[in-house]
């Protein structure tokens, strides 16, 4: 959220982030929003039964623009999100060029129409996954526009969430609940690919897979893997980022 609120703001656009499908159909009921851009896994209501709900011809909103922002390795998504009646997919880690493409094509013009700076031209797109790269810094600092301040909010938000979220994952894989691992997996996923964190991103991404597939012993035979990528991690971005 912090990574494509901060793209957006220097798009000049003004945006509001809530953490599921629910929230997101309150915050419509509220203020006239020009767009949406919808995560598709989220707790509580998804992106999909969200978006259903939107296009529902009784709700005042149901011609809104929609955006699915989901990771693109996921097989069937993009007909999904599609499907539901969204308009149009950007993948995630989202790239500024991307996301000023989607926004460019989609928002109404009238108040969203973007210059050729705002289009982001000058921004380089965002690097594919580097396998076995513990941390991507350049691919990071072209999705945050090289921009280090916010660098080191996102870097230091990231180190003290994700063993919050590691620790989740444990207790859901205790409990048997495959739906939640898969959740959480993917969640760690997402969040490891917004900062760069390739290797670890590949980890829970395999993990995200194993869920889905209903294999919660793979899932736990990897944990220790995670948490060992993690901790590497970790070490590589407090030495590129030292506290000042």
Request: proline fraction near 5%.
């Amino acid at each position: 959220q912090q990574v494509a609120l901060a793209i957006l703001k220097k798009l000049g656009l003004r945006a509001d982030a809530v953490a599921n499908g629910v929230e997101a159909l309150k915050a419509l009921e509220t203020i006239p929003y020009d767009l949406v851009l919808m995560d598709v896994q989220m707790p509580e209501m998804d992106g999909i039964e969200a978006t259903r709900q939107i296009r529902n011809l009784q709700s005042p909103d149901h011609q809104i623009p929609i955006i699915a922002m989901t990771a693109h390795a996921m097989q069937g998504d993009r007909e999904r999100c599609l499907d539901a009646g969204m308009n149009d997919y950007v993948s995630k880690p989202v790239s500024p060029q991307a996301l000023a493409e989607a926004l460019d094509k989609w928002l109404p013009k009238k108040k969203g129409e973007l210059t050729k700076g705002e289009r982001g031209e000058d921004i380089l797109p965002g690097t594919t996954h580097l396998a076995g790269t513990i941390f991507d810094r350049v691919g990071m600092n072209d999705r945050l526009m090289n921009d280090e301040n916010l660098a080191r909010t996102v870097i230091r938000c990231f180190l003290e969430d994700i063993p919050q979220q590691i620790q989740v994952l444990k207790n859901f894989l205790n409990d048997g609940n495959t739906s939640g691992v898969e959740l959480q997996a993917h969640t760690i996923k997402g969040a490891s690919a917004n900062v760069g964190g390739e290797v670890l991103r590949a980890v829970a991404y395999e993990m995200e897979k194993a869920a889905k597939a209903e294999d919660l012993p793979a899932v736990r035979n990897r944990v220790g893997e995670l948490e060992t990528q993690f901790n590497l991690l970790q070490e590589t971005m407090i030495k590129g980022y030292p506290e000042r």
